[in-house]
């Protein structure tokens, strides 16, 4: 709890929460958000992106873009994906998300237990989206935005199903990767697709 606290009251010192989402799927990018919140404009209902309802999200997502210090996506591609690993194309967004910000921010928080190589201190938090609210507002924004990248792939590949697995793993996306085979957006390091070809 006294580490919360702390965290909390570091948000006034430029702390920048950082997260990813997008390491299990098979198919589109890794996306990244950092955030910088302002201790003065409290955004309610911050979590983990994983426990809140799509419309929760979008709507939080929106609050965020609208009373955060600074916020900022990074990305890596399917390709780099391959080139690099999941983890290291990870690492690579979320030096983007950093670089990105409008604020150069203090010092910054990760979720997890690795991060990226940076110019400012930074700190790892496992759990950080359920414990950090900068981190939270990271998640949510990441979340948000793959979500809709991944909603409008859906008409430009029809078939495969993005709309709702998103990518990730699903019977119903393997089902259809065995039918169709690899659309230029899969991941072809990832076991799954390499088998197919």
């Known amino acids: ?25 098979l198919a589109g990018p890794v996306i990244a958000a950092a955030v910088i919140l302002d201790g003065n404009r409290r955004i309610e ?12 999200r979008v709507v939080l997502a929106e609050s965020i873009r609208r009373h955060a210090l600074a916020w900022s996506l990074g990305r890596a591609e399917p390709e780099e994906i391959d080139r690099l690993n999941i983890l290291q194309a990870s690492m690579l ?7 990105g910000l409008a604020i150069e921010p203090t010092s910054v928080l990760v979720d997890g237990n690795q991060s990226p190589l940076l110019s400012y201190p930074v700190r790892t938090v496992v759990g950080g989206d359920r414990l950090i609210p900068a981190i939270s507002a990271a998640s949510i924004l990441a979340k948000v935005c793959r979500d809709a990248e991944m909603e409008e792939i859906e008409a430009q590949y029809p078939g495969y199903g993005f709309a709702q697995h998103k990518g990730y793993p699903t019977s119903a996306h393997l089902l259809a990767l065995a039918l169709l085979g690899p659309c230029p957006l899969h991941r072809r390091s990832f076991a799954p697709v390499r088998k197919l070809l």
Do not use: C
């Open 45 to 56: 209902g911050l979590r983990d992106s994983k426990e809140l309802s799509a419309r929760k």
């Open 93 to 99: 967004a979320m030096q983007r998300a950093v670089a």
């Open 1 to 25: 709890m006294k580490t919360l606290q702390i965290m909390q009251a570091g948000i006034s010192e430029r702390i920048a929460g950082v997260d990813e989402v997008g390491r299990g799927p």
